[in-house]
Structures are given as structure tokens and as C-alpha cells.
């Protein structure tokens, strides 16, 4: 391949779920949204909506409100996501907008969530403009 370069990704298989996790400005403060996420993210409009700070308690009791929470729990038999590395996940986002004072906006969309981990696929970060 002539090429200058490449980009080498890790191929993420085993997905259970895709999750949404978004944060906003809002006046009240930082607005957090835990969503079901991926291409049908507005077809389920499943979500909920914390302001931050949160706390690792705060979201799993978010996950577990969403209607996609049997999947993340593990369907029918079939392997459950890892609830810590969503966890991590969310924590990240909420220490990355409290370091980034010129921040408006982060998406991270979809964050695949397997049993064995979360893995971010795609973001957004928007900053404010002066």
C-alpha cells in the first residue's frame, strides 16, 4: 500500500451493549446523559440525566434505570457487561470536563461495552467559542 502511514485499530468483538455517554453545559451546571447509544441512539431514546459530580453509585443506579439494563446485565444466559469499566468510562468523562475549563460539549458514541471491558469507538468534544 503506498501510503504515508497507517492507522492500526483493534477489532472489538463480544459487544453486550452500546452505551452514549454525553455531557453539556446546562445552567444549572454539568448536565451527564448515560444512553443507549450506537446508530439507533435516538430510535430507542432510552437515557438519563445526572448533574455532575456523580459518583460510581450514582451511575450504576443510572444503567440500571435505563430500559437497556437487562442486556447490560447479561440477557438470557448471554454474558453481562463489565458495570466497573462503564463505570471507569463515566468517571474519565467527568474528570476530562472538570480539567477543560473551555469546554461546551463531550459525546462518546457508542462506547461498546462487553463483558471484559468498554472500549470508546467514536467521540465528540466541542469547545466553547470565545
Not at 459518583?55 to 450504576?60: G, N, W
Request: a negative charge; charged letters at 20%; proline letters at 7%.
Amino acid at each position: 500500500m503506498n501510503a504515508p502511514g497507517f492507522l492500526i485499530e483493534e477489532m472489538v468483538t463480544g459487544t453486550v451493549a452500546e452505551l452514549l455517554i454525553g455531557v453539556i453545559r446546562d445552567p444549572h451546571g454539568w448536565l451527564l446523559t448515560l444512553a443507549a447509544g450506537g446508530t439507533a441512539t435516538e430510535i430507542w431514546r432510552d437515557s438519563q440525566s445526572l448533574l455532575l459530580p456523580v459518583t460510581e453509585a450514582d451511575v450504576l443506579s443510572a444503567l440500571d434505570r435505563l430500559r437497556l439494563a437487562p442486556l447490560l446485565h447479561g440477557w438470557r444466559g448471554a454474558p453481562g457487561a463489565d458495570p466497573a469499566a462503564i463505570v471507569r468510562a463515566v468517571l474519565a468523562v467527568q474528570d476530562y470536563v472538570a480539567a477543560t475549563p473551555d469546554l461546551a460539549e463531550v459525546e462518546v458514541n457508542p462506547l461498546l461495552c462487553g463483558p471484559a471491558g468498554a472500549v470508546a469507538v467514536d467521540a465528540l468534544i466541542r469547545k466553547e467559542t470565545q
